[in-house]
């Protein structure tokens, strides 16, 4: 575990690929959509990003490593309970987020009318100002599977920064 006395930084990725019958849910916002991600969990790829960055930047075990798909408990699973876990191992280990900056790549539907509601919902399950999230949603310009509507991904950095103590 690092000591924590200096920034640390942790990157995150998820894809999903997209199918009927699922919902969408990005950032704990269900998004209006005629596909969800097919996932073992609820599939929240930006949860998931964000999950493994955190937990990246403090060295610890991935996301599949912490709840595996294999296992019943974490089937359909909010995975509101991945960052909860992810935040309570990063303040055992000495540390706060000093920001997110997330990219959520995706054809369709248009993330610009959910944004707000995705950051706030993040910053509610991460414990901070909304003004230390910066979500952006990017297309892929109808290239490969997301550019065809058929998969949603998300890249994520986060910042850790030491616990003041006083």
């Known amino acids: 575990m690092p000591v924590p006395n200096e920034p640390r930084i942790g990157y995150g990725f998820d894809l999903h690929r997209l199918e009927a019958g699922r919902r969408l849910i990005l950032a704990g916002i ?11 969990s609820d599939g929240d790829v930006v949860l ?13 075990e ?7 798909d294999d296992q019943a408990a974490w089937k ?11 935040v309570r191992r990063m303040q055992q280990a000495g540390y706060r987020l000093g920001n997110v900056d997330i990219a959520v790549i995706l054809q369709r539907p248009k993330l610009s009318p ?5 950051r706030q919902r993040l910053a509610a399950l991460l414990g901070i100002d909304a003004s230390r999230i910066n979500l952006k949603g990017k ?5 490969d599977a997301i550019g065809e509507g058929r998969a949603v991904a998300c890249h994520t950095v986060a910042l850790l920064l030491p616990c003041q103590t006083d």
């Open 76 to 86: 359909d699973a909010d995975s509101a309970v991945f960052i909860h876990e992810a």
């Open 62 to 68: 991935d996301i599949g490593q912490l709840f595996p």
């Open 30 to 40: 269900e998004v209006p959509h005629d596909r969800g991600c097919a996932a073992h």
């Open 48 to 60: 998931h990003a964000v999950t493994d960055a955190i937990l990246g930047a403090i060295g610890q």
């Open 139 to 143: 297309t892929h310009e109808q290239v």
């Open 114 to 118: 959910h944004k707000q509601a995705m």
